[in-house]
């Protein structure tokens, strides 16, 4: 069924643009509901989908290119430059040109998104392992044996695991769940609606707004905001910047007579899952969330991204996220579907595609506590 619906003309219309920062239109004051969507629009829906990941793996292939190309031209300029430098020592000119190479390709790294995950930060590691004459620690990561050699080094292992595969490490996420008071629902959503867009749109911020939801099924009367900061620095510069005027204040206090509770935990997308830039595909979102038993994160990750290119076959997903500070352990994936109905079609087709099937034998034991929240996009949402 779902080739079929692949196969289905590109009548969509056309999806906005992929660039980041994220951006908002313009919207109606009314907290959306599962009733606005139109029955039957699973093919338009198809249609968006096949479009915008087109335009996203072009785009992405010409940014790769040409950050490549920028890449090769700073390490020539700086290879240029050790060899017009005669009069340095071989040994100074040598370490001079390794340096300006290692900081050319660190930048290219870091303009990609992959943060941490640095060739010259890992061959360091790997000279300082052999110096020292030690082995790799075995067995599972989940293991720890305090108190000895092998102890210390599995947990020195497992840091510069999560530093380094985990996370892109260019961007900290913020994932905000607001419960509002049933009878101010639509005095959240006026006001909430006015100040998101305005604080995303100004660029003094240096803040994304990814998207915003209100809860359809699940914990009813729950609004989810996931905002997007460059690493822990942008985050606290931001939230200085913002919280201290006068506006913020009043604001504040206006959300806070409109609530009974607000949770803020900071994440990181998993370096395979890189969150989505905004689009407009219409439908439902799902977002999953999993409590992993301590020390099993890696192991999740391990199989989930094997995994993952199986269900994406199927499934449009928009990120995938691990909580760094907060609720510790847990883990968030949010999905997008056209309707309910294709939500079920198409996981029950994930089952029939190769390596989804293990994936779940081998990452279910690793689960505390799931939850599944169905949600509809607020009108100001960049991801909708």
């Not at 409109?258 to 900071?266: D, F, H, Q």
Request: with cysteine; proline share 4%.
């Amino acid at each position: 069924m779902f080739t079929r619906r692949l196969a289905a003309r590109m009548s969509g219309s056309a999806t906005s643009t992929l660039k980041r920062p994220f951006s908002s239109t313009q919207w109606q004051q009314r907290a959306p509901a599962l009733s606005d969507i139109e029955p039957d629009q699973v093919d338009s829906f198809d249609a968006r989908q096949i479009e915008f990941r087109a335009q996203l793996a072009e785009q992405q292939r010409k940014k790769k290119e040409q950050e490549r190309q920028s890449a090769l031209a700073q390490s020539q300029s700086a290879s240029s430059a050790a060899k017009s430098s005669s009069s340095a020592s071989p040994a100074s000119t040598s370490s001079s040109t390794s340096a300006d190479t290692r900081s050319a390709m660190s930048e290219y790294l870091d303009k990609a998104g992959l943060g941490s995950l640095s060739l010259s930060a890992g061959e360091a590691q790997r000279k300082q392992d052999q110096s020292g004459g030690k082995k790799p620690s075995s067995g599972r990561l989940s293991s720890f044996i305090y108190g000895t050699e092998e102890g210390r080094e599995m947990d020195r292992e497992i840091e510069r695991s999560f530093s380094q595969t985990l996370a892109r490490g260019k961007y900290v996420h913020s994932i905000v769940v607001h419960e509002v008071k049933p009878d101010k629902v639509d005095e959240y959503v006026e006001l909430v609606g006015q100040w998101y867009p305005k604080t995303a749109n100004d660029p003094d911020n240096k803040v994304n707004l990814v998207g915003s939801w209100r809860t359809e099924v699940g914990d009813c009367d729950q609004f989810v905001h996931i905002w997007e900061y460059q690493r822990y620095a942008g985050y606290h510069a931001s939230r200085h910047t913002i919280e201290n005027t006068e506006e913020f204040k009043e604001f504040d206090k206006k959300l806070k007579s409109l609530i009974t509770s607000r949770k803020i935990s900071l994440m990181q997308e998993f370096r395979f899952w890189p969150t989505s830039p905004p689009r407009k595909l219409g439908g439902v979102f799902e977002l999953r969330s999993y409590t992993l038993n301590p020390g099993n994160l890696m192991e999740w990750e391990t199989h989930w991204q094997k995994g993952l290119s199986a269900r994406r076959e199927v499934m449009e997903g928009v990120g995938a996220w691990f909580v760094q500070i907060g609720e510790l352990n847990v883990v968030h994936h949010l999905w997008q579907f056209a309707d309910l109905e294709e939500r079920r079609a198409r996981r029950e087709q994930s089952w029939s595609v190769p390596g989804w099937g293990e994936t779940v034998h081998k990452t279910v034991p690793l689960i505390q506590t799931m939850k599944s929240r169905i949600m509809m996009p607020m009108p100001w949402s960049p991801i909708a």
